[in-house]
C-alpha cells in the first residue's frame, strides 16, 4: 500500500458507493498507482467505521469498472492501464456516480489554454512542460531514415551498457550537472526508475537496510517493497537530510545504502549545502555506505552543486534521466559507478531486458552531442519560470517553498487543514494535488503539505485556474467539507 487512505463526508450517497468513488478519483488522479495495493478489507473498515461488507461491496464496485484487480488470497491492486497505455477511464461508468462526478474523474488534456469545467486541473503530476521536443523528433526520425546503414545496426543487439557513442552521451550529459567520468563507468538504461531498480539489485540483497530521506521520491518505496528491503526514512529540514539523525541511524541499523535526492529535492525542493554534503560524505565513508544520488532533478539546474557522488569515488552511485527535464516519453536514463559496481550492474540490466532500446538511445544521443538539450532546457526553465511568476501571484497570500529551477512548490497547510482533508476539497474543486503522504518513507507521520506541480497543466490559462481555485479552497477553510 502507498498509504492513502479515503475519507468519507456526510452524503446521501450509500457509503459504499462513496468509497469506490474516492478510490476512482485517486487512482485517476495518479495518488494510486498501478501495482498499488489497496488496504485489506478489515483494516479499511476500521479506518473508515464501516462494516467490512461496506467495503467488500465497493471494491467490487472498482472490480466491475476495471480499475481494481482483485487476486484471491492476495488482495485487491490497482490494475494495470490497457495495452496501448490508455486509462480505463470509457469502463468506469459502471461505477455509479452521478454524470457531473464522472466528468471531474478525468483529468485536464488536449487543447492548450482550455479547461473544460468539470474536469480536474492537474496539479499532482510532476511532468515538463511542453517545448519543441515533438517538433525536434520528427527531424532527428527523417534523418535517421536517410541513414539506412545505421538503421539496420539500431535493430541489432547492443551490449546491455550500451553502444559506445551512447555510453559517451551519457557521460556528456552527466557531466552538466558535474559528473566527470569515463564513459565506460557510464550504463545506458530505459530511464531512471529502472536505473534505480538495476542498481538496487545489484547492491542489495533481500532484507538489506537502505536509507532514504523521510519523504522521498514514490518509486523507492515500490521498490523496496519488491525486492523485499528494509527501507528507513531519515530525519530532514529545510535544507535536506540532517546528518546527524543519519549518523545515529547508521550506528543503530546498520544499513547497506542511502537513496537520496540531495539537490532540488522531490517532494520539498531542498537543496544540500557544500558543508552538510561534506558531512554526509563522510558518515557513508566511516560506514561503508553506498550512496544511490538521483540526479534527475538537477538537470534543470544552469550550474548544479557538485554530486555527492564526486565525493565518493568509491561509494557514490549516480542515476539521472531526460524524463523531468526534456521528455518522459523518450525513457532514456544514465547509471554512473564505480569500476567495482560496473560488472554487477551490467550482469542486471542483461537478465532484466538486455539492452536499453538502442533507437531510444540514438535519439537522446544526438540531441545531447548536438546541443539539442541545451535548447530545450532553456525552454523548459523559460516555461518553469513563467510558471512560478503565475504561482508567486495567485498564491501571494500563502507561504510555499521552492527553487527557481524547480518544477514544482511544497505548500504547508496551515491549521486547521489536514492533508486528506485539503486533497479532498481540492477534489471538489476541480484540483489534483499531491499530499505529503504519497512521499513518505516507512510509517512515518506526514506533515500536512502538498506538492503542487506546474507542468500537470498543460497551459498557463489552466495552471492560473487550478491555482485560483486551490487558493480559494484554501480561504474557504474545511469547514464546507461537514456540512449536511
Known amino acids: 500500500m502507498n498509504g492513502w487512505m479515503p475519507t468519507l463526508s456526510r452524503s446521501s450517497e450509500p457509503k459504499y458507493r462513496a468509497i469506490a468513488q474516492a478510490y476512482s478519483q485517486a487512482i485517476h488522479g495518479g495518488q494510486m498507482l498501478p501495482g498499488e495495493k489497496l488496504p485489506a478489507h478489515r483494516l479499511l473498515a476500521k479506518k473508515l467505521s464501516v462494516t467490512t461488507g461496506t467495503v467488500s461491496r465497493a471494491y467490487a464496485e472498482l472490480e466491475r469498472g476495471g480499475l481494481v484487480v482483485a487476486r484471491v488470497g492476495d488482495g485487491t491492486y490497482v490494475a494495470e492501464p490497457d ?10 461508468r459502471t461505477v455509479p456516480e452521478s454524470s457531473e462526478r464522472a466528468a471531474a474523474a478525468q483529468v485536464t488534456a488536449g487543447a492548450p489554454g482550455v479547461h473544460a469545467p468539470g474536469r480536474l486541473i ?52 552527466l557531466a552538466r550537472m558535474g559528473c566527470t567520468v569515463a564513459a565506460e563507468r557510464v550504463l545506458v538504461t530505459q530511464g531512471a526508475q529502472h536505473g534505480l ?91 561503508h555506505l553506498v550512496v544511490i544520488e538521483d540526479l534527475v532533478p538537477a538537470a534543470l539546474l544552469d550550474a548544479p552543486p557538485t554530486p555527492l557522488a564526486a ?45 536499453t532500446s538502442p533507437l531510444a538511445a540514438e535519439i537522446a544521443a544526438r540531441w545531447i552531442v548536438d546541443g539539442e538539450v541545451n535548447r ?60 505529503a503522504d504519497s512521499f513518505v518513507i516507512g510509517r512515518g507521520s506526514a506533515p500536512h503539505a502538498v506538492r503542487l506541480s506546474l507542468g500537470g497543466a498543460r497551459s498557463h490559462e489552466a495552471l492560473r485556474e487550478g491555482l485560483e481555485l486551490l487558493a480559494r479552497t484554501l480561504r474557504n477553510g474545511p469547514e464546507g467539507l461537514y456540512s449536511a
Open 83 to 92: 495495452a496501448d497505455g490508455a486509462r480505463i477511464q470509457d469502463r468506469t
Open 122 to 173: 492537474d496539479l499532482g503530476q510532476n511532468v515538463p512542460m511542453p517545448t519543441d521536443e515533438a517538433f525536434l523528433l520528427t527531424q532527428t526520425l527523417r534523418e535517421l531514415a536517410t541513414d539506412e546503414r545505421l538503421a539496420g545496426e539500431l535493430l541489432l543487439y547492443q551490449p546491455e551498457g550500451g553502444r559506445r557513442s551512447h555510453r559517451e552521451a551519457g557521460a556528456r550529459w
Open 197 to 287: 531498480a538495476c542498481v538496487l539489485r545489484a547492491v542489495l540483497r533481500p532484507g538489506d537496510t537502505i536509507f532514504a530521506e523521510a519523504l522521498s521520491y514514490p518509486g523507492i518505496v515500490a521498490l523496496a517493497r519488491q525486492l523485499r528491503l528494509n527501507l528507513v526514512g531519515i530525519e530532514i529540514d529545510e535544507e535536506g537530510i540532517v546528518p546527524a539523525a543519519l549518523e545515529r541511524a547508521c550506528g543503530l541499523l546498520a544499513p547497506r545504502a542511502l537513496f537520496c535526492v540531495p539537490t532540488l529535492h522531490n517532494p520539498t525542493t531542498a537543496t544540500l549545502s557544500e558543508a552538510r554534503r561534506a558531512q554526509i560524505a563522510e558518515i557513508a565513508v566511516r560506514h
Open 311 to 355: 565525493r565518493l569515488p568509491e561509494h557514490g552511485i549516480v542515476i539521472s534521466s531526460l524524463s523531468k527535464a526534456v521528455a518522459p516519453g523518450l525513457r532514456v536514463g544514465y547509471v554512473q559507478a564505480p569500476q567495482d559496481w560496473v560488472g554487477k550492474i551490467l550482469a542486471v540490466i542483461r537478465s532484466d531486458c538486455w539492452m
Open 376 to 435: 530545450l532546457i532553456a525552454q523548459q526553465r523559460a516555461q518553469v519560470d513563467a510558471r512560478h511568476a503565475i504561482a508567486a501571484e495567485v498564491l501571494a497570500d500563502w507561504t510555499y517553498r521552492t527553487d527557481p529551477a524547480s518544477p514544482h512548490l511544497w505548500l504547508p497547510l496551515a491549521e486547521p487543514w489536514r492533508a486528506a482533508e485539503f486533497s479532498a476539497a481540492l477534489r471538489q474543486a476541480g484540483v489534483l494535488a499531491k499530499t
